[in-house]
């Protein structure tokens, strides 16, 4: 999928892409430049997150030298 940058550095977000992330007019973004890319990630307060991520494994074996 291939999208134009307007002449006021302005895009649009594909619908297919708004409908999949369930988007909303005035949604805000974090912004990033990341290799040559350019990464947006829907700004989401905290609270959100509560619950989202059940079950996930937090266990890691750590570095000798990052051991507390």
């Not at 940058?5 to 912004?31: D, H, M």
């Not at 350019?38 to 051991?67: A, C, H, T, W």
């Amino acid at each position: 999928m291939t999208i134009t940058l307007s002449p006021k550095f302005q895009i649009v977000i594909p619908k297919v892409v708004r409908e999949q992330l369930n988007l909303k007019a005035g949604a805000k973004f974090q912004v990033w430049a990341n290799q040559g890319r350019i990464e947006l990630v829907p700004d989401e307060p905290i609270e959100n997150f509560e619950g989202r991520y059940k079950g996930l494994n937090l266990q890691f074996e750590r570095e000798p030298d990052r051991e507390v």
